[in-house]
């Protein structure tokens, strides 16, 4: 059985970005629908698969991270309004038994992605 699972970390300081807040949302019918909102552990990670199990599926996704908020959180100094806030990864799940890892790489005026393991 497959699973998505996501991982944040933090370029600008050199760690995991714990803390920072994440909603997952699937789109249905042309309209995203929020399933769930995560925050990240100690590690940068959601505690649990965003989906696993019988509730992988076919589908398209989006993650929202929170990346102003965290930065803020953190003690660093942002411009007003901060360069990047919401950062909207969309992806796609084309098989429901693959194991889909979606890093984030972030600071506060870049960021990064990939298919992770």
């Known amino acids: ?4 699972s996501t991982h944040v ?3 600008a300081n050199g760690r ?4 920072m807040t994440i909603e997952f949302m699937e789109q249905v019918q ?13 590690d940068g990670r959601a505690d649990e698969p ?11 996704f989006r ?4 990346v102003a908020d965290y930065f803020r959180q953190s003690g ?8 990047l806030d919401l950062v909207p990864l969309e992806f796609n799940i084309f098989d429901s038994d693959q ?8 600071s506060p005026w870049s960021y990064s992605t990939y298919r992770g393991s």
């Open 30 to 42: 042309g309209q995203w629908q929020l399933l769930k909102t995560v925050k990240t552990n100690s």
């Open 50 to 60: 965003l989906l696993a199990a019988e509730a992988m599926r076919k589908g398209r």
């Open 9 to 11: 970390l933090d370029t």
């Open 76 to 83: 660093s100094r942002l411009s007003e309004p901060a360069f």
């Open 99 to 106: 194991h889909y890892h979606v890093p984030l790489l972030c």
């Open 16 to 19: 995991p970005a714990a803390g």
């Open 1 to 4: 059985m497959g699973r998505l």
């Open 63 to 66: 993650l929202v991270f929170h």
